[in-house]
């Protein structure tokens, strides 16, 4: 049974930093991309984030780019998103989810991935 389960999300003043992680079971890691979307209130699901099967390729919303790092580690079955340089507009629940192909082709596009996590809430405020 394919599962992803993110954690680390929580309160965080501006500028501060946050890693998320997405604890996957049920299949091979490192056979795909993962993507990060979020979702605020009252705002459609938007991508953040996604890192190909192999690492090797990673890519980011521009409203993201240079604050954000993402990361796998294949070993562990686990994905991380680091977030710098937080501000009040990254305020949303985050989620993790697998995408159709292993290279993350259209990343942005939540119609691209198949299995979701329950997202994590990311608040930031002071």
């Known amino acids: 049974q394919v599962q992803l389960v993110e954690s680390g999300g929580g309160l965080v003043q501006p500028g501060g930093s946050l890693r998320l992680s997405c604890a996957t079971s049920?299949?091979?890691?490192?056979?795909?991309?993962i993507g990060w979307f979020r979702q605020a209130p009252g705002k459609e699901r938007e991508g953040v984030s996604c890192i190909s099967h192999s690492g090797s390729n990673t890519y980011y919303a521009d409203s993201v780019a240079g604050r954000f790092t993402v990361s796998k580690d294949n070993a562990k079955n686990t994905v991380y998103l680091q977030m710098n340089s937080l501000k009040p507009e990254d305020t949303a629940v985050y989620y993790c989810?697998?995408?159709?192909?292993?290279?993350?082709?259209?990343?942005?596009?939540?119609?691209?991935?198949?299995?979701w996590g329950q997202g994590t809430q990311v608040t930031v405020s002071s």
């Open positions: 989810a697998t995408h159709i192909d292993p290279y993350g082709t259209n990343w942005y596009d939540a119609d691209h991935y198949d299995y």
């Open positions: 049920g299949f091979t890691l490192n056979y795909y991309a």
